[in-house]
């Protein structure tokens, strides 16, 4: 056995408000973990920077376009990301750049897990962010929900080296 391997992998998705991109990651990545047999080794959960929309389910368009790719997200209820989610999770992954330095300001010292942008997994990708789809029109909806999947994709290929 390798002892280096990890038994167990939390995973935190954060945006802004998690009622779109991140409750989306939450949804694509559960169905892509499930897939792989790995529900029992990897836990997930989602969150935003923002507390505004704090105990909403997810945006009605995020809800739309996550389900017609297929994935069910309508039960997710949105909250604030804390420090103490830090010591919960070994991958915090933020959707864009604001997220990711408002969540390094959040970093406890010490912290050994990894805070990243969620599509830095991904080796081609161009984007680096999940952009905010909020104000935009339904196209922004869309293209969130692809590329996370894209991202979902690299994201499980790199925990499953981990997990060994
Ligand atoms: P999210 O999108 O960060 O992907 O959940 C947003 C949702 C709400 C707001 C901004 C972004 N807002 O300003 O209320």
Redesign the pocket.
């Known amino acids: 056995m390798n002892s280096d391997a990890l038994q167990k992998v939390r995973v935190l998705f954060v945006?802004?408000?998690?009622?779109?991109?991140?409750?989306t990651a939450e949804g694509v990545f559960r169905e892509r973990v499930k897939q792989a047999g790995l529900d029992s080794r990897i836990e997930i959960d989602s969150a935003?920077t923002?507390d505004?929309?704090i105990g909403r389910a997810p945006?009605k368009r995020a809800q739309k376009f996550a389900a017609r790719a297929g994935y069910d997200i309508s039960d997710l209820r949105a909250r604030q990301v804390s420090g103490q989610d830090f010591s919960r999770f070994d991958y915090v992954l933020a959707?864009d750049g604001q997220n990711l330095a408002d969540l390094q300001q959040m970093q406890p010292a010490g912290w050994q897990g990894s805070l990243a942008l969620f599509l830095g997994f991904h080796p081609e990708l161009d984007v680096r962010e999940v952009p905010?789809?909020?104000t935009g029109d339904e196209q922004a909806f869309i293209e969130v929900v692809e590329l996370i999947e894209r991202g979902a994709d690299a994201l499980l290929e790199d925990i499953r080296k981990k997990l060994g």
């Open positions: 945006c802004l408000g998690n009622i779109c991109r991140s409750p935003g923002g505004w929309h945006d959707m905010d789809p909020y």
